[in-house]
Every structure is written in structure tokens, then in C-alpha cells.
């Protein structure tokens, strides 16, 4: 998986607790992105950054945060989980013409 | 919405057969790549088709890029059952934005 891990790789919570995830690349890749994927809408860009403390929104970003204190370290929080964001996360790093994914994350907010 | 819709969204066929899957998207782009994922696994990249480019071959992927259509196919020949997964497309917009957009995928089973 291109030197990307995603922690953790399994989370189960409940409604209105905070979750934080943790996307670790060894590749010394500038972008980073955080992605959704639900069934029926294929792959949904949540945040992604262009360098360290640079972020940006992505499509479905509403309820989510980011932050990159360090290039290799990309955190995705829910400040507050509900139901609607049960989903499998993934991070990726790249540029435009190619993307390289790491794991994902099972995340179940009942 | 989407950028791309993968047509069909399952596709069933026999080891050995060809398959083929269709993109469609909205706005002008710079590129277009198609991924692949078995299950359970993260998005791998397979091939890129720029703009200004028609047809691309890899090994027993073809795939082929209509601009004026805004469509794209991929084509896997003689299928295997190890191509077993699904595939998406994706585009990355003209204008420079560090991102691509994914479309919804299609989900292939290549009978033994």
C-alpha cells in the first residue's frame, strides 16, 4: 500500500463522540487526502492538504476537520459522530495523475 | 453529483471473455485514470489517459478517451478470474486543482 497506514483499521462508537483518524505515509508525498466511500456514491473527497497546516475542503466535508502538523501525518476528526457518517475511510497521497491508497478504515457510529 | 458514472454498474462474464466498462463525465478535464479494488482493500491505479490522448494500452488493458463525448472505456481482455473486483474512473479537472473525482464503479465477476 505505498508506505500509507491508517489507524485505526476497525472503530465502533456511538452518536455525538468525537473520532479521530490517523492517515501515516512514508513516502514523503506533499498531498494527502482523506475519501469516504459509501455504496451507490463511490469515492467522496472529504478534506485534502497540499502541505503541512495547508488543507482544503473537498466535496463532503460537513461535520469533518483535518489538520498536518508534519508531512507524513494527516489526522480526520468528527467532532461530533453521527449515524450518517458510518462509512469506510481512506486515505491517499498523490498528485493529479496517480493517487495511492492506503487501507481504509471500518467505521461503524451506531 | 458524480463527475464520472461507470456504466454498467455489474458486469458478470466467463474467464476468458472480454469485458468492458464505460465512464461518463461532466466538465473539461485534464486527465482520466481508472483504479481497480478487490475487496476489502484499498484503490490501486491501473492506467492514465490525458486529454489530448485517444488510446492507451497496459498489458490486456485497453482504454480509450472520446472527449467531445465525454466518455472514456475500459477494456480488459481475456479475462481472469483474478480480475475479479471493482473499477472506477476518475478525472482530474483542467485548471490545476490538486484533485480528481471518482465515479461510482463498476463491480466485475469473472466466472472460473
Known amino acids: 500500500d505505498a508506505g500509507i497506514t491508517q489507524s485505526p483499521r476497525h472503530k465502533v462508537t456511538e452518536t455525538g463522540t468525537p473520532v479521530t483518524l490517523r492517515c501515516h505515509q512514508t513516502?514523503?508525498?506533499?498531498?494527502m487526502y482523506w475519501y469516504r466511500q459509501d455504496p451507490g456514491h463511490g469515492l467522496r473527497l472529504i478534506h485534502y492538504s497540499y502541505g503541512v497546516k495547508d488543507t482544503d475542503k473537498g466535496e463532503v466535508s460537513d461535520g469533518y476537520s483535518v489538520s498536518r502538523s508534519k508531512t507524513e501525518d494527516f489526522l480526520l476528526t468528527l467532532e461530533s459522530a453521527t449515524s450518517s457518517q458510518t462509512s469506510v475511510y481512506f486515505c491517499?497521497?498523490?498528485?493529479?495523475?496517480?493517487?495511492?491508497f492506503g487501507p481504509g478504515t471500518r467505521l461503524t457510529v451506531l | 453529483s458524480q463527475q464520472g458514472e461507470e456504466d454498467p454498474q455489474a458486469l458478470s462474464i466467463q474467464e476468458g471473455e472480454n469485458a468492458t466498462m464505460n465512464c461518463s463525465y461532466k466538465t473539461s478535464i485534464n486527465n482520466l485514470q481508472w483504479y481497480r479494488q478487490n475487496s476489502g482493500r484499498g484503490l490501486v491505479h491501473l492506467i492514465l489517459i490525458r486529454s489530448n490522448e485517444r488510446e492507451k494500452h497496459s498489458g490486456r488493458l485497453r482504454v480509450t478517451l472520446d472527449t467531445s463525448k465525454k466518455s472514456s472505456s475500459l477494456l480488459i481482455t481475456a479475462s481472469r478470474a483474478a480480475d475479479t473486483a471493482s473499477y472506477f474512473c476518475a478525472t482530474a479537472a483542467e485548471g490545476g486543482y490538486q484533485k480528481v473525482t471518482f465515479g461510482t464503479g463498476t463491480k466485475l465477476q469473472v466466472i472460473p
Open positions: 513516502e514523503n508525498h506533499r498531498y
Open positions: 491517499a497521497i498523490g498528485e493529479l495523475h496517480e493517487q495511492f
